[in-house]
């Protein structure tokens, strides 16, 4: 059987830069089957709840290994510390799933909770400008593999950065918009809501289902991802929540306040 590695990272299958590490990982493994997930730019949000979504929350199988190339070589201001492309690392989730995954941002916040290894990958002293492409497809496919040889460091959970309270994660092909406000967390109180996003003011209904939304309404919802205990999501029904808030983007804060009545 051969193995079935999961990339998320902030190019899509259009990209040449996606097309070149296909080839470089079909190269280093031929027999090895290569599904992408394609986020914002430089979004460390966007890709650490991918990593929960598709490592923890979505069935494990034999062979799965979930591999995330966003590396943003930036000075991120949340949370406080310097991303110069950031280590390769390898975890370990508590479903057995291996994750290799860049040390950067949010990348590993919504999985750090689950993973039971956290090892730094071992790369060459000089990696060069373009690491991801000519050195890390190599490690991923020996990781695939079985040959754990490139591992080296344990590396501390406690200095992952907990995942952001209330961000937009992801918005989806129909302007629902994915946040990180879990629902049980989630007590507004009131069956209406006033939403602050991305400079715009919306009231929003609170609904326990998308079937319980009329047409026309803008809701929060749980939706489809966070498994047992899913993230809040804004919904219209029949349009674009994203639409009505100007196009948010992940990283995004939301304020939630109930409407005084």
């Excluded at 998320?8 to 830069?17: C, E, F, I, K, Q």
């Excluded at 089957?33 to 979505?58: D, I, R």
């Excluded at 110069?84 to 479903?95: A, F, Q, R, S, V």
């Excluded at 990781?143 to 992801?170: F, K, M, Q």
Aim: charged share 20%; net charge negative; proline share 8%.
């Amino acid at each position: 059987m051969s193995t079935f590695v999961h990339l998320v990272a902030d190019y899509g299958p259009a990209d040449p830069a996606f097309s070149e590490v296909v080839h470089r990982l079909t190269a280093a493994d031929p027999t090895m089957t290569v599904q992408s997930t394609e986020v914002q730019p430089f979004s460390t949000v966007a890709t650490g709840f991918w990593l929960a979504q598709l490592g923890v929350h979505n069935p494990s199988f034999d062979d799965l290994l979930i591999y995330s190339n966003t590396a943003p070589r930036t000075t991120e201001s949340t949370p406080e510390r310097a991303d110069t492309g950031g280590p390769l690392c390898y975890l370990e989730l508590d479903n057995g799933v291996p994750v290799v995954a860049v040390d950067a941002g949010y990348n590993l916040s919504f999985i750090a909770d689950h993973a039971t290894t956290f090892r730094e990958v071992e790369l060459p002293a000089d990696t060069g400008q373009f690491r991801s492409r000519d050195l890390f497809p190599r490690r991923v496919a020996e990781i695939a593999n079985g040959n754990r040889s490139s591992l080296g460091a344990e590396r501390s959970l406690a200095d992952v950065p907990a995942p952001p309270e209330s961000v937009v994660c992801h918005v989806d092909g129909y302007g629902n918009v994915k946040t990180s406000i879990r629902t049980s967390a989630f007590d507004p109180g009131r069956d209406t809501v006033a939403v602050e996003l991305n400079g715009e003011s919306r009231e929003v209904v609170v609904r326990d289902a998308v079937s319980a939304v009329p047409e026309g309404t803008l809701a929060v919802v749980p939706g489809s991802a966070g498994g047992g205990d899913p993230y809040q999501e804004l919904f219209l029904r029949g349009g674009s929540a994203a639409a009505a808030f100007g196009q948010p983007e992940p990283g995004d804060e939301l304020t939630v306040q109930s409407v005084q009545g």
